[in-house]
């Protein structure tokens, strides 16, 4: 089975890290892009980072303001965020998912098509 497991959410102070990371299964990155993606109470889910393992270049959100950063490791087949100087306002479930097609990047939910179960991030202030 195709799969992803999102991990390393949790707790943190306001100005605080974390690091995510998504673990793939049942296929190699290859010429897919995997996406970070978040979706808080009450709002739609929006895309925070992507890192294309085509050509390993990295996308974000306007948001994330060089504060987090996208990174991936093939031999391992995960892909990890570091969060740094988290703020309340990026208190939200974050999922993984990869892309529909390869040698495509987008930060547009619609254009992936497997997904994690999504790892809760909670900033207290």
């Known amino acids: 089975d195709v799969q992803l497991q999102a991990s390393g959410g949790g707790l943190v102070q306001a100005g605080g890290s974390l690091r995510l990371s998504c673990a793939a299964s049942?296929?190699?990155?290859?010429?897919?892009?995997i996406g970070w993606f978040r979706q808080a109470p009450g709002k739609e889910r929006e895309g925070v980072s992507c890192?294309?393992?085509?050509?390993?270049?990295?996308y974000y959100g306007d948001f994330v303001k060089g504060r987090f950063t996208v990174s991936g490791d093939n031999a391992k087949n995960t892909v990890y965020l570091q969060m740094n100087s988290l703020k309340p306002e990026d208190t939200a479930v974050y999922y993984c998912?990869?892309?529909?097609?390869?040698?495509?990047?987008?930060?547009?939910?619609?254009?992936?098509?497997?997904w994690g179960q999504g790892t809760q991030v909670t900033v207290s202030s």
């Open positions: 049942g296929f190699t990155f290859d010429d897919y892009s």
């Open positions: 890192i294309s393992f085509s050509d390993g270049s990295t």
């Open positions: 998912a990869r892309t529909l097609r390869r040698r495509w990047v987008s930060l547009a939910a619609d254009e992936y098509d497997v």
